[in-house]
Nanobody, 126 residues
């Protein structure tokens, strides 16, 4: 069974940090594009960042310079390190996968992702 399980969410003060983890099972996260998305109440799901099968990483402008995506192939896990958190970062965060090597895929579009985790809540307080 192919599965993604997020962990690491919680409550943090503005300016603080959190690290989310996304553990994959049933497929290999390395050589796949792994994305992070988030959805705040009343808003649409939005792209946060992705690490591509080539290990290139891309980020939304709103998080660039504050968030970093990495992966540990030995653990089949992808991480989202979030620093300098802001109130507007409050959302449910989801990881997702585009399995395998895919050329020319729009990694910012959630419609292109095959598998999704259940989400983890991140709440930033003032």
């Amino acid at each position: 069974q192919v599965q993604l399980v997020e962990s690491g969410g919680g409550l943090v003060q503005a300016g603080g940090s959190l690290r989310l983890a996304c553990a994959a099972s049933g497929r290999t996260a390395s050589r796949s594009t792994m994305g992070w998305f988030r959805q705040a109440p009343g808003k649409e799901r939005e792209f946060v960042g992705s690490i591509l099968w080539s290990d290139s990483a891309y980020y939304a402008d709103s998080v660039k310079g504050r968030f970093t995506i990495s992966r540990d192939n030995a653990k089949n896990t992808v991480y989202l390190q979030m620093n300098s958190l802001k109130l507007e970062d409050t959302a449910v965060y989801y990881c997702a996968a585009i399995w395998g090597i895919r050329y020319g895929t729009d990694y910012t579009s959630y419609a292109n992702y095959n598998t999704w985790g259940q989400g983890t809540q991140v709440t930033v307080s003032s």
